[in-house]
Each structure stands twice: as C-alpha cells, then as structure tokens.
C-alpha cells in the first residue's frame, strides 16, 4: 500500500528526492513519515508530519539538508535529500499513522509501512 522510491548511488555532497506513494490508503490522518535503518542500527525517524497542528519534525542529523513535503491531491510525500554524508546510508522507509494520535516521529508508533528504498552515499 506504501512504496517507497527514488533510492541510489551517490557520491558525498549530492542530492536524491524519494517519493512514496499510497494506494488504497489515505496519507491524511494522524501523521505520515520519513524513517531510515542503516546496517546494524535501529530503525529511526529521519522527518514526519503531524496534520493535527502542521508541524513537521526532522532529525538533528538532517536538519538543514532534508526536506519534507507532501501532494495530497496525488497522495504522495516527498523527501529532498540535499548534501548527502556517507552517515546517510541506510534504507529509507515511507509510513503513514492511522489509529492514534501522534506521539512522536518514532517507528514503533506508526501502523502503516512501504517497502524501503536504499540510498548509498559514498565518500
């Protein structure tokens, strides 16, 4: 139902745009997210968007370089990766909350996930 792309090879200092789309489901409730998994670590919120007040979240680690956005009419987020770091490997995952109030941009705390999309930064 998410699926997420726009994942690849880059060289430190580029920039990627992934995309995630929904199908058969509505990326307008509670919030919807950005998260990533590197090799060996957790799971962890890189950007969500909580539609109670508006406010979108980022990691301290990708503030200034990443951007959040969205398209409701086609149902789509975005995320503009720009100056991309090595530290910014990882599979990069779309997820959406439906039943809860938002509490956080943590994965545990969404119900809905794409299939990632792996973004490989080299040096």
């Known amino acids: 139902q998410l699926q997420a792309s726009g994942g690849g090879l880059v060289q430190s200092g580029d920039s990627l745009r992934l995309s995630c789309a929904a199908s058969?489901?509505?990326?307008?409730?509670?919030?919807v997210g950005w998260f990533r998994q590197a090799p060996g670590k957790e799971r962890e919120g890189v950007s969500c968007l909580n539609f109670s007040d508006g406010d979108i979240e980022y990691a301290d680690s990708v503030k200034g370089r990443f951007t959040f956005s969205r398209d409701g009419a086609k149902n789509m987020i975005y995320l503009q990766m720009n100056n991309l770091k090595p530290e910014d490997t990882a599979i990069y995952y779309c997820?959406?909350?439906?039943?809860?109030?938002?509490?956080?941009?943590?994965?545990?705390?969404?119900?809905?996930w794409g299939k990632g999309t792996l973004v490989t930064v080299s040096s």
């Open positions: 997820a959406t909350l439906v039943y809860s109030d938002y509490v956080g941009c943590y994965y545990y705390a969404m119900d809905y």
């Open positions: 058969g489901l509505s990326l307008g409730h509670s919030a």
